[in-house]
Nanobody
């Protein structure tokens, strides 16, 4: 069992920066691939980025590639999402998720989810 708690969301102006954190409980954190997803009002949940269990490989959606970076620190049971050059269209609730060992863009591949953190980017 893994419990996930996101933090770091907030209100920022376009072009600004935020760093999201996702703290995990449970000793099995390091065995799971981790992903970040987001959901804007009226839209489906969207894949953002994912990282393998060992942190050796990452993958990001085209919409955030070059601006967002996912990383993890297994010693701290934490995964991060560094978000640079934020745009108003990045506004959404951001969720972290844990599941499997390899990268997946499909939310159904993930077994555990956090409660989400709101990111709002003003023009």
């Amino acid at each position: 069992q893994v419990q996930l708690v996101e933090s770091g969301g907030g209100l920022v102006q376009a072009g600004g920066t935020l760093r999201l954190s996702c703290a995990a409980s449970g000793r099995t954190f390091s065995t799971y691939a981790m992903g970040w997803f987001r959901q804007a009002p009226g839209k489906e949940r969207e894949f953002v980025a994912a990282i393998t269990w060992g942190g050796d490989s990452t993958y990001s959606s085209n919409s955030v590639k070059g601006r967002f970076t996912i990383s993890r620190d297994n010693a701290k049971n934490t995964v991060y999402l560094q978000m640079n050059s934020l745009k108003p269209e990045d506004t959404a609730v951001y969720y972290c998720a844990a599941g499997g060992r390899l990268i997946s863009v499909n939310p159904r591949s993930y077994d555990y989810w956090g409660q989400g953190t709101q990111v709002t980017v003003s023009p």
